[in-house]
């Protein structure tokens, strides 16, 4: 069985397939934004799978293979708190990148995106769906509303740090390049 560190292993060995993917799609497309495309949909690809991955591999049955649901706000962030500040920083920071990704890149790919309603939007429907996999899987994880709000937060500060790349709309005339000839 599958490991959380076999997973991070084989995203590690996979970076230079990621970037070799990029710049396979830039080269094959002949448009001006053909980098901003492939690094985008790479990017969304590259950064989310692995996340989603280890958070639906089984928890090993140390809890007696038990769906368990949270649906209090704040109730596990409270308890990891209290579990000390390894185990928190973890969780946390674990939560927030699981959707980061999709809210760097999805802004920056898709014009339609760029905006952090839709992208709380969207990480807030991938979050739900995941937890509800976990829930229906048996994977003996705490299928819980605390991580719907810290992925879906992860990707609305993921979004506002890519901001200034989003492309919100098509370039004036004026700004298109043209090559002589």
């Known amino acids: 069985m599958l ?14 397939l990621a970037v070799l993917t990029v710049w396979i799609l830039a080269s094959r497309r ?67 990148l699981v959707f980061a990704a999709l809210g760097f890149f999805a802004p920056i790919r898709f014009a339609w995106l760029a905006s952090l309603p839709r992208i709380l939007a969207l990480a807030t429907t991938g979050s739900i769906l995941v937890e509800t996999a976990q829930y229906v899987l048996r994977l003996d994880r705490v299928s819980s509303v605390d991580d719907v709000l810290l992925n879906a937060g992860g990707a609305v500060l993921a979004a506002v740090a890519s901001r200034r790349w989003w492309r919100t709309g098509t370039p004036s005339p004026d700004r298109v390049e043209t090559s002589p000839g």
């Open 3 to 16: 490991t959380i560190r076999d997973v991070v292993v084989i995203t590690l060995a996979a970076l230079p």
């Open 30 to 96: 002949n448009d001006p934004l053909r980098w901003r495309r492939s690094l985008g949909e790479v990017g969304i690809v590259y950064g989310t799978v692995p996340w989603v991955w280890m958070i639906l591999l089984p928890n090993g049955g140390s809890n007696g293979d038990r769906r368990r649901v949270n649906l209090v706000p704040l109730h596990d962030l409270v308890e990891v708190v209290a579990a000390g500040p390894f185990t928190a920083t973890v969780q946390i920071v674990g939560n927030l």
